[in-house]
């Protein structure tokens, strides 16, 4: 899915066809009219409770809509010429409330790839439906597909208990369904001044979520929206856990049969997924969402999108977490598919046995080192073929060897062999979910366990918030240096890299490189405290060194012109001063049209959100350095050079802090 902001000639009709050809509604729900009480679902009930008294109801939302999900009871499927037209015409008499014809199979009764699924304005006429049934005209006005068949939940009939976490443009709270008692996760979804942009982003993960329906993919159960104030609510069931939190919680260790289980979840949440056309593309253990029964769903569809044959424009290659981003995404590709999950799914199977993340990058060009030096480097007929824009760029002179199975000895040999396909340097050799699910690591003893025969688990996420909140504290340099050593030891082992972390640097690089032909240290200044304030290096708390800016900064001196096209930095969540350094990023942000251009709008739409992600993100424990770095020699220089060279400045840079 992309934008409507999209290139190509085709009509707000083609596109609305494809998407009800191809959106297949989770909802069995009627539609039930609003004076209607419904008793057995969170996601399909209206209260008609008052105030609660958190002030969830005091910011306007005293006038909200509470949405529900909904179905009328006639889903004729229809050929796709008859779609457009009975969609056009039943708008006005049917208004929002049909359901949506079933995804269409192929022969085999298989599900085909949903075409690329656009977000579009709506008719007027669909848009006043919805309207009439409780959205706010911004929104209907934006992103109806995102809504369409849905009616709004009131907030009033939810009473908000606590914060349970900190998203990069969302906030999530644990909250109760005054209809039903059922503790829910309500995330919140603010849009600044109701940016379309940011609607349309926000509503390409409903729909995303809207076409997933399987035990292992969070389920989204409705949306709570204000007409005035610009804030949205996702309902989701509410989680105890995710899998980096419990992985990282001290005492807890996973047996085999216990690891077995929950990648055997992970691998079927997946395989739904991507059964329907979608690629996650930001698999990670802090977004594997566990239950109190150890059931696992897969989370945040933030970055998710649509793949397949049909899929004409290009993905963006500034997608999954550094960590776990594939080598084919650090060499720019543009054009992926299933294997980026798979090659993300490798690195928490690695991680689960090893008990910390396999690959930490901190860069992207370290991130790139990492994975030759443990998945050797790509075959030769690889580069041949390889049309990746960055990957002559980083073609070693020497191929590295590959050293899984020694890195690993200690894994079970099933384990050790799927990891072994997974992290397959060149992606057509990770397989799909299918296959790993056949491998030998699941049909061999021990079995997976069954999730509810696992240990119950204290729930961890208050206690996630409090530590937040002293982070925060710390940060503001009032928590006292003892307190400040307990924090540091009690943070996860395991914590990822910040997200998609390059897209920020990236973006604020490529804009101001295309304004202004400058090296890199005239932009970065090392003694610029709003790129080094409040920096920590993973696990220690020591100040940043400044040194490692200015090094970096001789470095970029030399690659300037690279730079400005492909920055591959990885910024920390310290990037959000940077930014903020920064304003013309933001307003330059959704008028670069060259970069919309180049890219193409999921790529465009991606980085902005990756910009956001850097910008709002704060629950992460741990924190690195913004490294200024990227592809720092002209394509040419020898890449081992570069490489260690890098890996120098960075361990000098940890040794002089
Ligand atoms: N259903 C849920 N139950 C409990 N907690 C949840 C649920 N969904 C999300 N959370 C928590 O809220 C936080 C943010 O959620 P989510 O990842 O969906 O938002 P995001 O803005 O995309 O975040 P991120 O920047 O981490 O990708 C996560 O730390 C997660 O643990």
């Known amino acids: 899915m992309g934008c409507s902001c999209s290139k190509g000639a085709r009509t707000n009709d083609t596109i609305i066809d494809e998407n009800i050809n191809n959106v297949k509604e989770r909802r069995s729900t ?346 050797g480097s790509p075959s030769e007929e690889y580069w041949k073929g390889s049309k990746l824009p960055h990957a002559t760029v980083f073609k070693p002179q020497q191929p590295y060897k590959r050293c899984v199975a020694e890195t690993f000895k200690s894994l079970p040999s099933s384990a050790l062999e799927l990891v072994e396909v997974l992290l397959a340097v060149e992606p057509h050799a990770r397989g799909t979910t299918a296959l790993a699910l056949k491998s030998e690591f699941f049909t061999t003893k021990p079995f997976a366990s069954d999730p509810s025969s696992l240990p119950k688990y204290q729930p961890r996420k208050e206690l996630d918030v409090k530590l937040q909140k002293e982070e925060a504290r710390r940060k503001k340099g009032t928590i006292s240096k003892e307190n400040e050593m307990k924090q540091v030891a009690r943070e996860s082992k395991a914590e990822p890299a910040p997200d998609a972390n390059a897209e920020l640097v990236a973006s604020i690089q490529k804009r101001q490189g295309e304004n202004n032909q400058t090296s890199m240290s005239e932009k970065f200044n090392p003694n610029d405290d709003t790129a080094l304030k409040s920096v920590m290096v993973r696990g220690s708390s020591r100040s940043p060194p400044r040194k490692e800016l200015r090094m970096q900064r001789s470095f970029v001196q030399r690659g300037s012109a690279q730079l400005t096209k492909f920055s591959n930095s990885v910024a920390a969540r310290d990037a959000s001063h940077f930014a903020i350094a920064n304003p013309r990023w933001f307003e330059d942000k959704y008028n670069n049209k060259k970069e919309k251009q180049k890219d193409g709008d999921d790529c465009t739409k991606d980085k902005e959100y990756a910009g956001k992600k850097n910008i709002l993100t704060i629950n992460c424990l741990c924190y690195v350095r913004m490294n200024i770095s990227g592809p720092l020699v002209s394509a040419g220089e020898n890449l081992d050079v570069m490489f260690k060279e890098h890996e120098r400045q960075i361990q000098l840079s940890c040794l002089s802090g």
């Open 30 to 375: 009627p539609y039930i009219k609003p004076s209607k009480k419904r008793k057995n679902s969170a996601s399909s009930r209206i209260a008609n409770v008052g105030s609660s008294s958190d002030g969830f109801l005091n910011d306007n939302d005293t006038t909200l809509a509470v949405l529900i999900p909904s179905d009328a009871t006639n889903s004729t499927p229809m050929s796709s010429g008859e779609v457009s037209k009975v969609n056009i015409e039943r708008k006005s008499s049917r208004s929002v409330f049909q359901r949506r014809p079933n995804i269409e199979t192929n022969k085999l009764g298989a599900p085909q790839q949903p075409k690329m699924t656009r977000i579009t304005s709506v008719s007027n006429g669909e848009r006043g439906a919805q309207v009439v049934a409780g959205w706010p005209s911004w929104l209907a006005s934006v992103a109806g597909e995102a809504i369409n068949g849905w009616i709004p939940r009131k907030a009033d009939s939810f009473e908000k208990l606590e914060k349970i976490g900190q998203g990069t443009y969302s906030s999530v709270y644990k909250a109760r369904d005054l209809e039903t008692s059922q503790i829910v996760a309500l995330k919140k979804v603010r849009f600044a001044n109701m940016d379309p942009d940011s609607v349309r982003f926000m509503a390409r993960e409903i729909i995303i979520l809207r076409r997933l329906d399987h035990p292992n993919v969070m389920k989204l159960e409705g949306l709570v929206t204000s007409r005035v104030s610009g804030s949205m609510y996702l309902i989701f069931e509410y989680m105890e856990h995710d899998l980096a939190g419990l992985a990282s919680t001290p005492g807890v260790k996973f047996s085999e049969a216990q690891i077995k289980c929950y990648m055997k979840q992970l691998l079927h949440g997946l395989e739904h997924c991507h059964s329907r056309g979608v690629l996650h593309r930001d698999i990670k253990g802090s977004n594997l969402l566990l239950d109190h029964n150890n059931n696992l769903k897969i989370g945040d569809f933030g970055l998710a999108n649509f793949y397949g044959d049909h899929q004409k424009q290009p993905l963006t290659s500034r997608v999954v977490t550094l960590w776990y981003r594939p080598p084919e995404l650090l060499f720019g590709s543009t054009d992926y598919g299933v294997a980026v999950d798979m090659w993300s799914t490798g690195c928490i199977l690695a991680e689960l046995f090893n008990g910390k993340a396999i690959m930490p990058g901190r860069t992207e060009v370290e991130q790139l080192h990492k994975i030759f030096k443990l998945c």
